[in-house]
């Protein structure tokens, strides 16, 4: 054991960085101030063996100042044999650092103190939280943790503690490791292990490993796996995550036994392929020694099927439209003029004015009334019209232009029903998207209620358990105790009756002992005092009023008696006659000193019976306990299994009709696309018949140039 | 294992202090600057309080790893005895007891100045209660009152790791034997083992000062030997790290100090979620 194995605590390194210029022996931090807390006091920030200090030095330097609470065999050692193998690596991770073996003073005493580098970053889980749902800050920072972990392979360095607290997140996104207390490197190759590391980060197979180069080869794959799983699933970091847990997505429970795990169950159940693949790797690593893991490989990608909870981006037109926009118009079709037609129009002047004539002639044989006239004129000239129409459909260019006319106009409502068939699909992609977003939430809400309950419930099974068996194991010790305490009092009994066989060999005679004569050894014996053994002590009774004191002698029965003629002076002679002989009797090597191994066995044998019985009544309660356990486990199981499957396959059909869903609106979207560009081609053409029409025909028809 | 449970802030657990606060607690016990025992008891929670709040102190400030009770009893009556703003509250998170101190008192110290010589400082000292002494000494009552609060805790936090019942008296109960009130806490439990019932004894008959015996025979007087006798078991670990500071420990060591610092119980817990290799 090294000479100081006591350290201060924690507050009394607060109280001793009051006064920097006292308790430091490095001049530079003697100028420090510490940062404060919100009481005023040096700021700390405590692990299990020591407590951080951040203070700033008169020059402005920041450091990180290490005070320790407990012992640290060969603490300099280790950390000189760190600091020269990390010299020699470039590594972006690590953090500067020195040891003073005599830095600080605490109560007159000297202790050592790490000064490091300010490292300015995050803790792990914070940073997590910080980034949850963005896919690619996690899934990047995992890549560096990837590297991290194979250049301290190549190396040859084991951190010895990698977890959470001591992976810190610079704000560039660099990670950052600190904490070297148990740093393995290969010049302390045959020490032992200061710690076994976080438990939430360990195998098993921790407790038995040495302290060699493969320490982190668990807590790498799981670290690892952690962040891919919550850059590829958010929601995973709310249903296994214990809020303000100090573990990431798994616990030491978890890794202890993997077949009742529902947490490990989720993870390996899980719908997204690299999760649950990973994950069943995980699990199968934790049932293995450290020394048979490989290295950490990282992935390439990771591959997410499109997640029906994600809103497609929306930014810009989107790809059918834009390929729409750009594309140049086509030249427009030559212009299609109306035809000269001359038949045509030379019968159509004539029925016209065929049907003047009968018109004319009509009112003057009728020689009607007004209104009649009135009527026949009007008839005559409908019959003009309708005539006149009538040769105008006979025009080829009419028929045509009349074709296309119809055909746009059947385009252009198809056009209208696709667009307004995709607004329909996107409203329903939008309304199950919101619905996939709260079932999934949903689920993960109840997963949590679900895993909450359960450990209750167990909890609540292992304090009964515990309350149950705690009074036998208390009852077993006891029944230890008093066999014990019965070996020791037969034991004792084997010595009194050795020191009074021995003790009856010196016979009081007169002389023997000075200024006891013969009438005194008389009234001794008158009283059964003979020998050493006959008494045990001398009392003074206390007078009472009025009276003097008495010296008694005290025999062996208890009793005690006033012998005549023995007073003070005698009776102190007396008890050094006794006294001197009883010392002897106990140097003496035939005193026994253990009891004769058949005594022993007895009574072992009586507290065996006892023992056995109260042994058996625990091991029956913990069987009938783990048996019920083990039920209540696998119904937790099975809820958890259920949960987690009803979930999957809930997001699995979610994801089969969103993409259903989302291949309709694409469809729909080209339909729609490809009918706007006939709408406009068929625009165009007609425009090319702009001048075919009733109108111009009939100008024709009334004031064109006859010719034959 | 029992005793192995992580105490963390999704697993917390819970102590509970209780200090005699009778008439007795006034008188003075030796020492180089007499002090009453009232006094050295108040300055022995204050530490304690202070010990536990840097114990769970983190980047962030201090995690709610304990929640902590101050039980005073005296005056035949048994309730918190919290100052300032915390007054009247029993289980308080160890984040709130941090914050709010009753007050800070500045207190002047001789400290060496490494050459040999020593020059006086001053360092604060966070204060949550004050000394008191009157009245009787209800201590059954009070460990009746702990018993209570840790078998609601229990029935919240089944998994905990055990919480933790302090008592700090001169042991001189006069509501009856306070032995059988201890063996109840006692026979509760978490999960993770049976309550943990540990006794500070500041006395005034003399004798030298005895932490974590493991027999009560060199105790000077039927006091010590009572609240040696209901004090639990340390669990092995804690008696691992008492080894490592120096005591000497067996299976029968206890949870017992007389006249001497009880600040190493906190030391000797393992927060957070670190498997000590002494386990
Ligand atoms: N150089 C540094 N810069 C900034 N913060 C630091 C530095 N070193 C340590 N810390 C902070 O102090 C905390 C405790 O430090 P460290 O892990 O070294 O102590 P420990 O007692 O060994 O803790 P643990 O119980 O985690 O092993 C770390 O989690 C980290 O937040």
Same mark, same amino acid.
């Given at each position: 054991?090294?000479?100081?194995?006591?350290?201060?605590?924690?507050?009394?390194?607060?109280?001793?960085?009051?006064?920097?210029?006292?308790?430091?022996?490095?001049?530079?931090?003697?100028?420090?101030?510490?940062?404060?807390?919100?009481?005023?006091?040096?700021?700390?920030?405590?692990?299990?063996?020591?407590?951080?200090?951040?203070?700033?030095?008169?020059?402005?330097?920041?450091?990180?100042?290490?005070?320790?609470?407990?012992?640290?065999?060969?603490?300099?050692?280790?950390?000189?044999?760190?600091?020269?193998?990390?010299?020699?690596?470039?590594?972006?991770?690590?953090?500067?650092?020195?040891?003073?073996?005599?830095?600080?003073?605490?109560?007159?005493?000297?202790?050592?103190?790490?000064?490091?580098?300010?490292?300015?970053?995050?803790?792990?889980?914070?940073?997590?939280?910080?980034?949850?749902?963005?896919?690619?800050?996690?899934?990047?920072?995992?890549?560096?943790?990837?590297?991290?972990?194979?250049?301290?392979?190549?190396?040859?360095?084991?951190?010895?503690?990698?977890?959470?607290?001591?992976?810190?997140?610079?704000?560039?996104?660099?990670?950052?490791?600190?904490?070297?207390?148990?740093?393995?490197?290969?010049?302390?190759?045959?020490?032992?292990?200061?710690?076994?590391?976080?438990?939430?980060?360990?195998?098993?197979?921790?407790?038995?490993?040495?302290?060699?180069?493969?320490?982190?080869?668990?807590?790498?794959?799981?670290?690892?796996?952690?962040?891919?799983?919550?850059?590829?699933?958010?929601?995973?970091?709310?249903?296994?995550?214990?809020?303000?847990?100090?573990?990431?997505?798994?616990?030491?429970?978890?890794?202890?036994?993997?077949?009742?795990?529902?947490?490990?169950?989720?993870?390996?159940?899980?719908?997204?392929?690299?999760?649950?693949?990973?994950?069943?790797?995980?699990?199968?690593?934790?049932?293995?020694?450290?020394?048979?893991?490989?290295?950490?490989?990282?992935?390439?990608?990771?591959?997410?099927?499109?997640?029906?909870?994600?809103?497609?981006?929306?930014?810009?037109?989107?790809?059918?439209?834009?390929?729409?926009?750009?594309?140049?118009?086509?030249?427009?079709?030559?212009?299609?003029?109306?035809?000269?037609?001359?038949?045509?129009?030379?019968?159509?002047?004539?029925?016209?004015?065929?049907?003047?004539?009968?018109?004319?002639?009509?009112?003057?044989?009728?020689?009607?009334?007004?209104?009649?006239?009135?009527?026949?004129?009007?008839?005559?000239?409908?019959?003009?019209?309708?005539?006149?129409?009538?040769?105008?459909?006979?025009?080829?260019?009419?028929?045509?232009?009349?074709?296309?006319?119809?055909?746009?106009?059947?385009?252009?409502?198809?056009?209208?029903?696709?667009?307004?068939?995709?607004?329909?699909?996107?409203?329903?992609?939008?309304?199950?998207?919101?619905?996939?977003?709260?079932?999934?939430?949903?689920?993960?809400?109840?997963?949590?209620?679900?895993?909450?309950?359960?450990?209750?419930?167990?909890?609540?099974?292992?304090?009964?358990?515990?309350?149950?068996?705690?009074?036998?194991?208390?009852?077993?010790?006891?029944?230890?105790?008093?066999?014990?305490?019965?070996?020791?009092?037969?034991?004792?009994?084997?010595?009194?009756?050795?020191?009074?066989?021995?003790?009856?060999?010196?016979?009081?005679?007169?002389?023997?002992?000075?200024?006891?004569?013969?009438?005194?050894?008389?009234?001794?014996?008158?009283?059964?005092?003979?020998?050493?053994?006959?008494?045990?002590?001398?009392?003074?009774?206390?007078?009472?009023?009025?009276?003097?004191?008495?010296?008694?002698?005290?025999?062996?029965?208890?009793?005690?008696?006033?012998?005549?003629?023995?007073?003070?002076?005698?009776?102190?002679?007396?008890?050094?006659?006794?006294?001197?002989?009883?010392?002897?009797?106990?140097?003496?090597?035939?005193?026994?000193?253990?009891?004769?191994?058949?005594?022993?066995?007895?009574?072992?044998?009586?507290?065996?019976?006892?023992?056995?019985?109260?042994?058996?009544?625990?091991?029956?309660?913990?069987?009938?306990?783990?048996?019920?356990?083990?039920?209540?486990?696998?119904?937790?199981?099975?809820?958890?299994?259920?949960?987690?499957?009803?979930?999957?396959?809930?997001?699995?059909?979610?994801?089969?009709?969103?993409?259903?869903?989302?291949?309709?609106?694409?469809?729909?979207?080209?339909?729609?696309?490809?009918?706007?560009?006939?709408?406009?081609?068929?625009?165009?053409?007609?425009?090319?018949?702009?001048?075919?029409?009733?109108?111009?025909?009939?100008?024709?028809?009334?004031?064109?140039?006859?010719?034959? | 294992?029992?005793?192995?449970?992580?105490?963390?802030?999704?697993?917390?657990?819970?102590?509970?202090?209780?200090?005699?606060?009778?008439?007795?607690?006034?008188?003075?016990? #030796?020492?180089?600057?007499? &002090?009453?025992?009232? @006094?050295?008891?108040?300055?022995?929670?204050? %530490?304690? =309080?202070?010990? $536990? /709040?840097?114990?769970?102190?983190?980047?962030?400030?201090?995690?709610?790893?304990?929640?902590?009770?101050?039980? #005073?009893?005296?005056?035949? &009556?048994?309730?918190? @005895?919290?100052?300032?703003?915390?007054?009247? %509250?029993? =289980?308080?998170? $160890? /984040?709130?007891?941090?914050?709010?101190?009753?007050?800070?008192?500045?207190?002047?110290?001789?400290?060496?100045? #490494?050459?040999?010589?020593?020059?006086?400082?001053?360092?604060?000292?966070?204060?949550?209660?004050?000394?008191?002494?009157?009245?009787?000494?209800?201590?059954?009552?009070?460990?009746?009152?702990?018993?209570?609060?840790?078998?609601?805790?229990?029935?919240?936090?089944?998994?905990?790791?055990?919480?933790?019942?302090?008592?700090?008296?001169?042991?001189?109960?006069?509501?009856?034997?306070?032995?059988?009130?201890?063996?109840?806490?006692?026979?509760?439990?978490?999960?993770?083992?049976?309550?943990?019932?540990?006794?500070?004894?500041?006395?005034?008959?003399?004798?030298?000062?005895?932490?974590?015996?493991?027999?009560?025979?060199?105790?000077?007087?039927?006091?010590?030997?009572?609240?040696?006798?209901?004090?639990?078991?340390?669990?092995?670990?804690?008696?691992?790290?008492?080894?490592?500071?120096?005591?000497?420990?067996?299976?029968?060591?206890?949870?017992?100090?007389?006249?001497?610092?009880?600040?190493?119980?906190?030391?000797?817990?393992?927060?957070?979620?670190?498997?000590?290799?002494?386990?």
């Amino acid at each position: 054991m090294t000479a100081v194995t006591r350290f201060p605590t924690g507050g009394q390194y607060v109280d001793a960085l009051q006064n920097p210029r006292l308790c430091f022996r490095d001049p530079e931090l003697q100028t420090a101030r510490p940062q404060a807390d919100s009481l005023g006091r040096p700021k700390a920030i405590s692990g299990n063996f020591a407590s951080v200090f951040s203070v700033t030095t008169a020059a402005g330097q920041r450091y990180a100042i290490k005070c320790f609470t407990r012992n640290i065999p060969d603490q300099e050692k280790r950390y000189r044999a760190v600091s020269d193998h990390l010299r020699r690596l470039p590594h972006r991770w690590k953090i500067g650092f020195d040891y003073q073996p005599a830095g600080i003073m605490v109560a007159g005493q000297t202790y050592p103190i790490l000064r490091m580098e300010w490292v300015e970053a995050v803790g792990l889980i914070r940073w997590i939280e910080d980034h949850l749902g963005d896919r690619d800050a996690l899934f990047t920072l995992a890549g560096h943790f990837a590297d991290l972990t194979n250049d301290l392979a190549r190396a040859g360095i084991a951190h010895g503690d990698l977890q959470h607290g001591n992976l810190l997140v610079a704000s560039d996104g660099a990670l950052k490791l600190v904490d070297y207390d148990g740093m393995y490197v290969p010049a302390l190759a045959g020490m032992a292990a200061t710690e076994h590391g976080h438990r939430h980060y360990q195998s098993p197979g921790r407790a038995n490993a040495g302290f060699g180069p493969d320490l982190d080869r668990f807590s790498n794959w799981l670290i690892y796996f952690s962040l891919v799983a919550i850059s590829a699933d958010a929601t995973l970091w709310h249903t296994l995550h214990e809020p303000g847990g100090e573990h990431l997505l798994l616990t030491d429970a978890d890794f202890a036994d993997i077949s009742t795990s529902t947490r490990m169950a989720a993870l390996m159940r899980h719908h997204v392929e690299d999760i649950s693949q990973l994950a069943t790797q995980v699990a199968d690593l934790a049932t293995r020694p450290l020394s048979a893991l490989p290295n950490l490989v990282p992935l390439q990608e990771i591959n997410v099927p499109a997640p029906s909870t994600q809103a497609p981006t929306q930014t810009g037109l989107p790809q059918w439209m834009s390929s729409h926009v750009q594309k140049a118009s086509p030249p427009p079709p030559a212009l299609v003029p109306l035809g000269d037609h001359h038949q045509l129009v030379r019968w159509t002047r004539i029925t016209i004015l065929g049907l003047w004539i009968a018109t004319a002639l009509t009112l003057m044989v009728v020689a009607a009334t007004d209104m009649v006239a009135g009527a026949t004129t009007l008839l005559g000239l409908a019959l003009a019209l309708l005539a006149s129409r009538a040769f105008y459909a006979f025009l080829p260019e009419h028929k045509v232009r009349k074709t296309i006319a119809d055909q746009h106009h059947q385009a252009h409502r198809q056009t209208a029903l696709a667009a307004k068939t995709t607004a329909i699909l996107e409203k329903e992609r939008d309304r199950r998207q919101g619905d996939d977003a709260r079932h999934a939430q949903a689920d993960a809400q109840s997963m949590q209620a679900l895993r909450q309950r359960q450990r209750h419930e167990l909890d609540a099974f292992d304090r009964a358990t515990t309350t149950q068996v705690s009074p036998l194991n208390a009852l077993i010790v006891s029944v230890s105790a008093k066999q014990r305490e019965e070996i020791n009092e037969a034991l004792a009994l084997l010595q009194q009756q050795y020191v009074t066989t021995y003790l009856k060999r010196f016979v009081l005679r007169s002389g023997l002992i000075t200024g006891i004569g013969e009438g005194t050894v008389a009234s001794l014996r008158a009283h059964g005092i003979t020998t050493p053994a006959d008494f045990r002590d001398v009392v003074y009774t206390a007078g009472g009023y009025g009276q003097r004191s008495e010296v008694h002698i005290v025999l062996t029965s208890g009793r005690s008696v006033h012998v005549h003629g023995v007073g003070e002076t005698r009776a102190v002679a007396l008890r050094e006659w006794r006294r001197a002989h009883l010392d002897r009797a106990l140097r003496q090597p035939e005193l026994p000193i253990a009891l004769p191994q058949t005594m022993l066995q007895q009574i072992e044998a009586r507290y065996a019976t006892e023992r056995q019985r109260v042994e058996a009544q625990r091991e029956a309660l913990q069987r009938d306990r783990t048996s019920h356990r083990t039920a209540l486990t696998q119904k937790h199981t099975q809820e958890m299994k259920q949960l987690t499957d009803t979930h999957n396959r809930r997001v699995q059909s979610a994801t089969v009709a969103a993409q259903d869903i989302i291949r309709r609106i694409s469809e729909e979207r080209t339909r729609h696309q490809a009918l706007i560009r006939k709408e406009q081609d068929l625009l165009r053409e007609l425009q090319a018949y702009r001048h075919v029409s009733y109108g111009r025909f009939m100008r024709r028809v009334l004031f064109g140039k006859v010719r034959a | 294992m029992p005793y192995s449970a992580e105490i963390s802030r999704s697993n917390p657990t819970c102590f509970v202090f209780l200090v005699d606060q009778s008439a007795s607690m006034s008188d003075s016990i #030796g020492g180089e600057t007499p &002090n009453s025992k009232a @006094a050295v008891v108040s300055d022995a929670i204050n %530490r304690l =309080l202070t010990e $536990l /709040s840097v114990k769970c102190a983190k980047e962030e400030g201090v995690r709610d790893y304990f929640h902590v009770a101050v039980v #005073g009893y005296g005056h035949n &009556n048994v309730g918190s @005895a919290y100052g300032g703003a915390l007054a009247g %509250r029993d =289980l308080v998170p $160890l /984040s709130q007891i941090a914050e709010n101190p009753a007050r800070v008192e500045q207190r002047s110290k001789k400290v060496p100045d #490494g050459a040999g010589g020593l020059v006086e400082t001053t360092v604060t000292f966070p204060v949550w209660m004050d000394p008191v002494s009157n009245g009787g000494t209800p201590m059954r009552q009070a460990i009746e009152y702990a018993h209570h609060l840790v078998d609601k805790w229990l029935s919240e936090h089944p998994a905990c790791f055990p919480p933790i019942v302090l008592n700090l008296t001169d042991g001189e109960a006069n509501d009856g034997d306070p032995v059988v009130p201890a063996a109840a806490i006692q026979s509760l439990a978490s999960a993770d083992g049976p309550v943990l019932l540990f006794n500070l004894h500041v006395s005034d008959a003399g004798g030298s000062p005895v932490t974590f015996p493991d027999a009560d025979a060199g105790l000077p007087d039927a006091y010590a030997r009572t609240l040696f006798g209901m004090s639990s078991a340390l669990p092995s670990h804690m008696r691992a790290y008492a080894a490592q500071e120096g005591f000497t420990v067996s299976e029968g060591t206890r949870g017992f100090v007389y006249n001497a610092d009880i600040t190493s119980v906190v030391q000797f817990l393992d927060i957070g979620t670190r498997a000590s290799d002494l386990r």
